[in-house]
């Protein structure tokens, strides 16, 4: 039966639960912009404009002397090694965390018996662990670790690892458990152990996204590394530090030009990974 | 053993030259990587530096957990969330304006200028926004949120411009043949597509902003970052602890939050 449409079959049924979200948001809002002091108009500032404008004044051109190029070419490669350095040691401690993690591993998961208390257990205790990881920030702990190894890369690079460590491992059990879980269950039901239930029930269906995860992973991680120099831990970021603080615009423009750069090889990187790996 | 198992054998053990070769590349690399940076972690793992390094830890403990200090770090806090929430939204607001042409609606060369726009957002890292915003709108959280929403823009604009091209084109082009017009196909057709999706990804990059908030405090840009800089710089560990607590806290009740919300979505109907 086909009627006419009316004005009611018109309206758009999600209309109150629209205007009922919109109005929470509005009330959420207000607060939020007054705490963030949210004034566009002091972007229009005269003194600030001054500073803005002198500063990007200078931008161009950018500084491309022979001395400067070479140190910023030096620090682009320590930032490189900062990251790939960090991503592998954090990869050390999140293949065995997210293995232990991963509940598409567990044996007493399968059946009535002992010891799932205590896997229970173990495994909140590494879930935890991940937490503190991850949840503190990279620079945070490249801070923290400056001050008990010293300036230098290995802080940069152990701030790296703890921090995606936790990351990692975290996405990793994740991986494991969203993908076809079965053939690793059977593995584990016919009596293999949990490293080759792994490899042979789990890692064929899940490689590629974990390379893929792990990679893209690296690539934030090069991005990680820029900012560490802004607390001591060499790279980029320490240059960029320093010219940002002389308001030296045409190294600094140079240093973001290299930054572009970095970013779009490091996704020519891991396409080029991700797309082999495949 | 019959040839054809043989064969298989031999195509299952060869299958993927280029996979052993880019492994192999791979160790390379990171061979290349610890030697050009010199670091010498066996030095890391003696009794002597693990002794220091528990000492270094013992300082920070117990937290300062007084109600006057608690107070700064809950005004800290909210600074931190307001950062993160406003940039975001600023940036997810930005990112689908972004998103229309760089996913190829309004031709190649508006499609390769916006990619363009986007990789130099997205590649400079909120730390130097903060850093270059702090001096453009002075010191404070506005300089912070400003830099979030500049960076964020950028991923998300890109991660929209995505989703978008792989939205279903059906729905849309449905509703434009039986005459609709172009802006209320793309509401009607494609958005309720992706929705799902710019909201996990919106939501996915406010939690990584409350992380960044935090930190971009360091160049004066606000927030539970300037808090823990300024504890740290003066040496009172107890107190920067605290601000620790506190940053770690907020991850969590954030994580916990962003995964009811992406749960609620999943479902049908809710």
Redesign the interface.
């Known amino acids: 039966m086909n009627l006419p449409p009316t004005r009611q079959s018109l309206r758009d049924p999600n209309a109150p639960a629209r205007a009922t979200w919109a109005l929470i948001a509005v009330l959420l ?1 207000w ?3 007054l ?5 566009p108009a ?2 229009f ?1 005269a003194r ?1 404009l001054k ?2 404008g002198g ?1 990007l004044g200078q931008f161009f051109p950018p500084n491309l002397g022979g001395e400067f190029l070479a140190l910023a070419l030096k620090a682009t ?2 930032t ?3 990251a ?2 960090g991503i ?1 040691l954090a990869m050390l401690l999140a293949v065995p965390l997210g293995l232990a993690l991963s509940h598409s591993l567990s044996i007493s998961r399968i059946g009535p018996g002992p010891g799932r208390g205590v896997g229970e257990a173990l495994r909140a205790l590494a879930r935890l662990a991940l ?2 990881l991850r ?3 990279e ?2 702990w490249a ?1 923290l670790l400056v ?3 010293g300036l230098g ?2 802080a940069g ?2 701030a790296i690892a703890v921090t995606y460590g936790g990351m990692l491992g975290k996405v990793y059990s994740e991986i494991l458990e969203s993908g076809d879980t079965r053939p690793a269950r059977v593995l584990l039901e016919l009596g293999s152990g949990r490293l080759m239930a792994f490899f042979y029930g789990l890692l064929p269906g899940s490689a590629q996204e974990l390379a893929s995860y792990t990679v893209y992973r690296w690539e934030c991680a090069v ?1 990680a590394s ?2 560490m120099g ?2 001591g831990a060499g790279g980029l ?1 320490q240059l ?1 530090d320093q010219s ?1 603080k002389m308001l030296n615009g045409g190294e600094v423009s140079t240093i ?1 030009i290299i ?2 750069l ?3 090889l490091a996704d020519a990187i891991s396409n080029a ?1 991700r797309s ?2 495949a | 053993m019959s040839a054809t198992t043989l064969a298989e054998r031999r195509s299952a053990l060869g299958f993927c030259i280029y996979c052993w070769g880019t492994i192999a590349c791979l160790i390379a690399v990171v061979w290349a990587s610890f030697a050009y940076l010199s670091l010498d972690l066996s030095r890391l793992l003696t009794l002597e530096s693990g002794r220091s390094m528990l000492e270094f830890i013992a300082r920070f403990f117990p937290p300062d957990l007084s109600a006057g200090f608690m107070q700064k770090i809950a005004k800290g806090t909210l600074e931190t969330l307001a950062i993160s929430a406003v940039g975001t939204l600023l940036a997810a607001s930005a990112g689908l304006v972004l998103a229309l042409p760089a996913s190829g609606r309004l031709g190649s060369g508006f499609k390769l200028a916006t990619r363009f726009a986007l990789n130099f957002l997205r590649s400079v890292p909120e730390l130097v926004w903060a850093a270059l915003m702090v001096l453009a709108a002075g010191l404070g959280p506005f300089a912070g949120t400003l830099a979030l929403a500049l960076h964020t823009s950028g991923v998300l604009g890109r991660l929209f411009a995505e989703s978008l091209e792989n939205a279903p084109p059906e729905p849309a082009r449905t509703l434009v043949e039986s005459g609709a017009a172009p802006g209320l196909a793309f509401v009607y057709g494609t958005l309720p597509a992706i929705t799902p999706q710019l909201l996990a990804y919106s939501l996915y990059r406010w939690e990584m902003n409350i992380r960044m908030a935090t930190v971009l405090g360091f160049v004066g840009a606000g927030g539970l970052g300037q808090m823990l800089y300024y504890e740290l710089s003066l040496l009172h560990e107890p107190q920067a602890c605290s601000v620790i607590i506190a940053m770690l806290a907020l991850v969590v009740l954030v994580d916990a939050a962003s995964a009811w919300v992406r749960r609620r979505q999943m479902r049908p109907g809710g």
Do not use: K, Q
Request: no cysteine.
């Open positions: 809002l607060p939020l912009l705490v963030a002091e949210f004034r002091e972007l500032d600030n500073v803005m500063f490669v320590e490189l090694a900062m790939t350095a592998a937490l503190l949840g503190i920030p620079i945070v801070l001050r008990a190894f890369p290995a690079v152990l991005r820029v900012i802004f607390v970021g960029m940002m973001l930054f572009l970095l970013v779009l990974v082999t790996l």
